[in-house]
């Protein structure tokens, strides 16, 4: 049984992909229901995102089991001529 969800599994292998040796993953660094641990680590999150050489922002998923790599639907925009 794996215990790595799905969407820090494809943050590790894409991240490995482009030679980074180091993700910092709030869902794991965090201490989760912890308001004392949010509250230091939150107010810190500014230096982390801002000193970042990548930002992966795993946001269409539902669940962590839902990986970062989705297919979704293409859509087309009509631009005004």
Same mark, same amino acid.
């Given at each position: ?5 799905? =969407? ?5 292998? %894409? =991240? ?10 709030? /869902? ?13 680590? /939150? ?11 990548? =930002? ?6 539902? /669940?962590?089991?839902?990986?970062? %790599?989705? /297919? ?10």
């Amino acid at each position: 049984m794996n215990l790595i969800p799905k =969407t820090i599994h494809d943050a590790i292998i %894409f =991240t490995r992909k482009l030679g980074v040796h180091f993700l910092w993953a709030d /869902s794991l660094c965090i201490i989760q229901g912890d308001v004392e641990d949010w509250n230091r680590q /939150s107010s810190m999150m500014a230096d982390v995102y801002g000193g970042a050489w990548l =930002t992966i922002a795993a946001s269409w998923g539902v /669940s962590m089991q839902d990986g970062i %790599f989705l /297919s979704r639907p293409i859509g087309s925009i009509d631009v005004p001529e």
